[in-house]
């Protein structure tokens, strides 16, 4: 007879398994989502948000897979006939371009070794030559789970500003946020 493990370790999403308390708060029942108690719960994560983010704007919830996001990120902001600039660091800035390139949005592929997060020096030669704005973004997956790549995200925006360039900056945060946000918190440097 196979061998069941009495616990399977998945890591996934990101590269961390899923905490003990976070799925025993799964196991609470369920509120009324029309309700006043779910009505506090969203003020408070919508606020909770922004810290996270590190930022005063308007936070969004967007209940959906990573990929989910991706697409939902992509026909929020551009449309088909569009350009983005993506980065190859991994498996998954792979996927997302395919998905940008499904939904009619012409990819710029900045090739990479999966070695190495993406090179702000080359965003903004890239940038600075495309000199009639055909590139409407730069999409950066911040930390590729796939490669264990992270890539450096405050120099490709000003790398953008440098350039003088009116792309928007789309960063994959799947399995960084958290992280980076109370690293940072922490005095500790990207
Ligand atoms: C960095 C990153 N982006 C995107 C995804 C895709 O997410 P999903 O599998 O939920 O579609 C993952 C999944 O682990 C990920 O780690």
Redesign the pocket.
């Known amino acids: 007879m196979a061998r069941t493990p009495a616990r399977h370790f998945l890591q996934?999403?990101?590269p961390t398994n899923v905490p003990d308390r976070v799925l025993r708060a799964i196991d609470n029942p369920t509120i009324d989502h029309r309700g006043p108690e779910f009505e506090r719960l969203a003020h408070e994560l919508f606020a909770g948000l922004k810290s996270i983010f590190k930022s005063t704007d308007p936070a969004v919830i967007f209940p959906a897979?990573?990929?989910?996001a991706?697409e939902a990120a992509l026909v929020n902001t551009l449309s088909p006939g569009d350009r983005v600039q993506m980065t190859g660091t991994g498996q998954?800035a792979a996927?997302?371009s395919r998905i940008a390139g499904r939904l009619g949005i012409g990819v710029e592929l900045m090739p990479g070794d999966w070695h190495h997060g993406a090179d702000p020096a080359e965003v903004e030669v890239r940038l600075a030559a495309d000199r009639r704005g055909k590139i409407k973004a730069v999409c950066i997956?911040h930390?590729?789970?796939?490669t264990g790549v992270a890539s450096r995200i405050a120099e490709v925006r000003k790398a953008i500003d440098r350039a003088k360039h009116p792309a928007f900056l789309m960063v994959?945060t799947?399995?960084s946020l958290g992280r980076w946000s109370a690293a940072m918190t922490n005095g500790a440097s990207m």
């Open positions: 996934i999403p990101g897979s990573g990929s989910g991706w998954f996927l997302w997956v930390n590729e789970t796939s994959d799947i399995s």
